[in-house]
């Protein structure tokens, strides 16, 4: 284990919250200082079908379905997400499978599972996250072709698949 100065500051700020909460406040945090609204959709929530927001969105529940969201999108720890998501960045924490486009950044936090493709600018792994599937880094060429779709392997035409445990 590292220790850092910030987490054990962080730490005493939070008054001995675990990390789940210290992510959880952070992260809505992050999306109430942007301005703009938040939605979110509760533990016990199970939605099926097309969820869109017009600000940013933060998952603790259930969901199966197409997530769209102008603001960010973020996926608590205790969330399950079946769905495509389109957002400006997106951070999961819980369990995700689909496919995740975003114009800016994607992070996949400690205890997070991403299991598909993730086309953004930047995207971070942290220690303790799970992530199978393709990142596709260039957000011209996946715009141009209509979305994150998988390159196929030369040998036998099947999807080329990645898997990165940190």
Request: no cysteine; aromatic share 2%; proline share 2%.
């Amino acid at each position: 284990m590292i220790w850092r100065r910030e987490d054990a500051e962080g730490a005493k700020a939070d008054g001995g919250r675990g990390d789940a909460d210290r992510q959880r406040s952070e992260g809505g945090r992050r999306m109430a200082e942007q301005g703009g609204e938040v939605t979110i959709v509760g533990q016990g929530a199970k939605l099926e079908g097309t969820v869109v927001s017009a600000g940013s969105l933060r998952i603790d529940g259930q969901v199966k379905g197409q997530v769209n969201a102008d603001g960010d999108v973020m996926l608590s720890p205790q969330s399950q997400v079946e769905a495509d998501i389109r957002a400006q960045n997106v951070s999961v924490a819980g369990k995700f499978k689909g496919s995740i486009v975003v114009k800016g950044r994607a992070e996949i936090n400690r205890g997070g599972r991403v299991d598909g493709n993730v086309t953004s600018k930047t995207l971070v792994v942290e220690e303790g996250a799970v992530f199978q599937g393709q990142s596709i880094m260039d957000q011209q060429t996946a715009q141009a072709s209509g979305g994150a779709q998988p390159q196929h392997d030369k040998k036998d035409g099947q999807p080329a698949a990645q898997e990165a445990r940190v």
